[in-house]
Nanobody, 121 residues
């Protein structure tokens, strides 16, 4: 059973920083891309940042220059360093990854349960 578990959320003031972590465990053969999504109150879920196995990263415009995604490949862990936080960053942040569990089979999409980030003004 593959699991993604996030940690690191909390309450922070505007301008502060938080570092989110997400670790995948279980039967894992390969993970190509790992993603951070967020669900802001009253808004649709959005893809915040992605990182491939080759280290290629992408970000939504609203977090460019403030957030950094990184990976520890041997530990199947992805991080999201969030700096210069704004109240508009308040959301549940969810880790996502299509995970190939067995050689030869297609990756299966997995989600964590999310971690709440609240930024006060």
């Amino acid at each position: 059973q593959v699991q993604l578990v996030e940690s690191g959320g909390g309450l922070m003031q505007t301008g502060g920083s938080l570092r989110l972590s997400c670790t995948a465990s279980g039967r894992i053969f390969n993970i190509n891309v790992m993603n951070w999504y967020r669900q802001r109150p009253g808004k649709e879920r959005e893809l915040v940042a992605s990182i491939t196995s080759g280290g290629f990263t992408t970000y939504i415009d609203s977090v460019k220059g403030r957030f950094t995604i990184s990976r520890e490949y041997g530990k199947n862990t992805v991080y999201l360093q969030m700096n210069s936080l704004k109240p508009d960053d308040t959301a549940v942040y969810l880790c996502n990854a299509p995970i190939q569990e067995v050689p030869g089979l297609d990756p299966v999409n997995h989600w964590g349960k999310g971690t709440l980030v609240t930024v006060s003004s």
